[in-house]
Nanobody, 126 residues
Framework: QVHLVESGGGIVQPGESLRLSCAAS????????MAWFRQAPGKEREFVGP????????YYADDLKGRFAISRDNVNNMLFLQMDSLASKHTTVYSC???????????????????WGQGTQVTVSS
């Protein structure tokens, strides 16, 4: 099992940036893929994007390309989400997740992930 803890959430103004972190511990050698999701109250969990351990390549939901960037530090078992030009629509809880799956087509589904963090709240408000 992998234990994930997010941090870095907070309140920012529109147009500002925020960087989220996710610290992993436990059986981290099984984390071939890590990803970010987000979930607003009363809504389904929404895919943000994954990043692969071996290649370091990341992928994003279409509406987030160019605005969000995912990176990871395999040595320290950290995952990051850099969010730029934030808008009120980005207000929600962001969670990290890990998976042993490397099939990109299945990684958009939260069912492909075995471990989840508790989430961190991001609020964009003027």
């Amino acid at each position: 099992q992998v234990h994930l803890v997010e941090s870095g959430g907070g309140i920012v103004q529109p147009g500002e940036s925020l960087r989220l972190s996710c610290a992993a511990s436990g059986r981290t050698s099984r984390q071939d893929t890590m990803a970010w999701f987000r979930q607003a109250p009363g809504k389904e969990r929404e895919f943000v994007g994954p990043i692969f351990r071996n290649t370091g390549r990341s992928y994003y939901a279409d509406d987030l390309k160019g605005r969000f960037a995912i990176s990871r530090d395999n040595v320290n078992n950290m995952l990051f989400l850099q969010m730029d030009s934030l808008a009120s629509k980005h207000t929600t809880v962001y969670s990290c997740a890990s998976s042993s799956t490397i099939e990109l087509s299945s990684l958009r589904s939260n069912l492909s992930y075995t471990d989840w963090g508790q989430g961190t709240q991001v609020t964009v408000s003027s």
